[in-house]
């Protein structure tokens, strides 16, 4: 299933759309009404429609109480987050792929990281090592891409998670999970490359740096280069 997330400024509040693009449509709906609950007071209205005039056609819409869209954004990312410790994979699957489709967007991403650090940690570090679902390995390898890209998240992965993050990579069943995770490796290759100097990182990594695939070689070569120079 895929969907995407964007909230809206409207005469009533704040519209959260959630659009479903391909998938399952039970499994979207129960999506749906696990997250609505989770807003619980917070939620003034919710509907179902199936075509709206603007923004374009959404599958489901509900307006948030709240007085600015950063406070609308605060009470998305604190259900997803905590749908994203959910022990029910399927629910925390959809949550980590919805926060990592408002990573797309740059502002959202630096106040997620800002507001959020902590709860988007604690969810990578419940999910990154979980690789017998493949679906939501790409979705946590895609969350982890994103928020690599700070600093202090980079120095939490460098000392508490390589070797799952590393577990991921060598065993990952999808190409795209593989190349977030050496993506990240790359982000955090920039400041705790000597932490990667390692038998089993390093194995890791030469085997990528040999893969068909052009993108993972490129990305792999480039983290043993900063590894090897450190």
Known sequence: MRFVMRTFKTENGFLVECQRRFGDNFA????????TSKLGDDIVAA???QALPSPPPLDDVFVINCEDDKAALALTLDSLCGMGLSHNMDVAEQAVHALSNLCLDHAVKSQMISSHRKQLT???????SRTEN??????????????SCDTQIQDSLAQHFLDDIFTVFQHGKLLET????????KNVSAHHSA??????????LWSAASSPDAQLRTTAASVLHRVNSS
């Open 28 to 35: 979207f709906h129960r999506f749906f009404h696990d997250f």
């Open 178 to 185: 593989q190349r977030r995770i050496a993506l990240a490796l």
């Open 195 to 204: 932490l990667l100097f390692k038998d089993s990182y390093l194995d890791a």
């Open 122 to 128: 604690d969810v990578l570090a419940q999910w990154i």
């Open 134 to 147: 493949s679906e939501l390995s790409r979705c946590v390898a895609t969350l982890l891409c994103s928020l």
């Open 47 to 49: 509907k179902f429609s």
